[in-house]
């Protein structure tokens, strides 16, 4: 059985991290976090890859999409399940071809998870986020004005490619973590039970 998919796409601050790990608990899927995975191999001694991540990351721009999706079919086969949310992937038309021509064939996508955060409320949750320590280089305000325009010129073209496929969920995500997890879970409770 093909592993199954679900994108989470969101601006920068949405929320897309934390839902994740409540999905992760009630509906047994396993978070990828592309971001995450990036970070890791970017700290991993000996990486070949580091260094461009580390600048692609700063610069708020997309890191080649290969490496991308290798990271994440490397965490996919290290997991023993079958279902994974695809946090903040793909986030532009290259992300998009590369998964099409790397990982379609290998996985089944459910739907797009979209959640939907004004820019002002997502800009002060990563700045907070990143006052309080979050460790990332990117939760600052001059990081975050790349990765919005990054957002609304790349990733918000993609939601819209999977709109009309009639493949996409949107959320509100601008009210406390629990109200939004209550509006993710209609999009997870109709999904067929696998295991």
């Known amino acids: 059985m093909l592993p199954e998919v679900v994108f989470v796409l969101g601006a920068p601050g949405a929320g897309k991290g934390t839902q994740c790990s409540l999905i992760s608990e009630e ?9 995450d995975l990036l970070r890791e191999e970017r700290q991993r001694p000996g990486s070949e890859y ?6 692609k990351i700063r610069n708020g721009e997309i890191v080649p999409v290969e490496v991308t999706c290798s990271l994440i079919h490397k965490a996919m086969e290290k997991s023993d399940k079958n279902r994974f949310l695809i946090d903040g992937f793909p986030r532009n038309k290259d992300n998009l071809d590369g998964w099409q021509r790397v990982m379609s064939d290998k996985t089944k996508l459910l739907f797009v998870l979209f959640f939907e955060c004004s820019r002002e409320l997502c800009t002060s949750r990563c700045l907070g986020r990143g006052a309080a320590g979050s460790g990332r280089s990117d939760d600052n305000l001059e990081s975050l004005q790349k990765r919005f325009n990054t957002y609304m010129n790349d990733t918000l073209p993609i939601i819209n490619h999977y709109d009309k496929l009639g493949m996409v969920r949107r959320v509100n995500a601008e009210s406390a973590p629990s109200e939004v997890f209550e509006h993710v879970k209609k999009c997870f409770t109709n999904l067929d039970v696998q295991s």
């Open 27 to 35: 509906f047994d899927f396993v978070h990828l976090s592309a971001g």
């Open 50 to 55: 580091g260094e461009m991540i580390e600048e």
